[in-house]
Structure formats: structure tokens, C-alpha cells
């Protein structure tokens, strides 16, 4: 039954960490720990990433948890979704003003996820070359649509 809703909590939240499957299931840590050795070598879950592990399904494609574990980030996720919701680019200034952080805070989320091929940069006005008329855009949207929802980020 542990073991199940263990599972069951990687199946929904793709990309949980441990404290988050200790606090969604109120189970203790050790209980956690043990399952998910045991999980891990039945190969029911996988560990996926450096420092903070976070636990997926098999069957997520590799591609597919990077993007998941970029999106888990809370500013990163706040960011995309401003950049979803638009029609057009935005600068990082119009970011840092609507979710509320610092500019670099939002200068450092724009560049993991253009890094990732998340999002691109663009030049807004193409009669200057100043770095205010850089804005930012989401890649691939007809992509990043479905796999909102395949994923439930």
C-alpha cells in the first residue's frame, strides 16, 4: 500500500523530489527512503539529476524530464507561463515587474531556459540595437501545449 501510493505520487507530480513525496504521502522519511530503494531497483522509479534528486516514471523520456525539472523550479514556471499567456515577446523587465523578483533573479531563469531551447530571445525593435528591445518568447508553443497538459505542470 506504501509502495503504491509512493508510486502513485511520482505518477502525478513528475519530477517530485523526496521532501515532496514525504509531504504528499505524510509518510516519515525513513519509510519514504526504504520504498524508494526498493522501487528504484525493481525499476519502477527512476532517479534522475545532480544534488537534489528528483523521481520519475520509466517511461519519461529523457528530453521530457529536463524540461519537467526546469518547470518545477517555481520562477521558471512563472516565467513560462507569463511567456505562454502572451502573444508576443516580452522584455525581462516587463518579467521582473509582473511576477514580482529582481531582474536578476529573472535574467537567471530566461538563461536556463533559453539554454534548454525553451524559450528564445528576439529583437523587438529592429531599428535599435539596444538591450531593452530584447524580449523573450516561447519555443515550439503548439509543443509546450500538449505537454503542459501530458505532464500536469
Do not use: W
Not at 527512503?33 to 516514471?57: A, M, N
Not at 537567471?108 to 528591445?133: F, G, H, V
Not at 516561447?138 to 505542470?153: H, T
Amino acid at each position: 500500500m506504501r509502495k503504491e501510493l509512493i508510486l502513485k505520487t511520482v505518477q502525478e507530480i513528475p519530477g517530485v523530489s523526496f521532501n515532496e513525496i514525504c509531504s504528499k504521502t505524510k509518510l516519515s522519511n525513513g519509510v519514504v527512503s526504504h520504498y524508494i530503494l526498493q522501487l528504484v531497483k525493481e525499476k519502477k522509479l527512476d532517479k534522475f539529476g545532480d544534488g537534489r534528486t528528483k523521481y520519475f516514471q520509466p517511461k519519461v523520456p529523457l528530453r521530457d524530464r529536463e524540461i519537467i525539472v526546469i518547470l518545477r523550479n517555481t520562477t521558471n514556471r512563472e516565467i513560462f507561463k507569463l511567456l505562454m499567456k502572451s502573444a508576443t515577446a516580452v522584455t525581462s523587465e516587463q518579467i521582473s515587474i509582473k511576477i514580482k523578483k529582481s531582474r536578476a533573479t529573472v535574467s537567471t531563469s530566461l538563461k536556463t531556459m533559453q539554454k534548454k531551447t525553451l524559450i528564445e530571445r528576439t529583437i523587438m525593435n529592429k531599428k535599435t540595437k539596444l538591450s531593452a528591445d530584447i524580449g523573450f518568447k516561447i519555443n515550439q508553443r503548439g509543443f509546450f501545449e500538449v505537454f503542459i497538459l501530458k505532464y500536469n505542470i
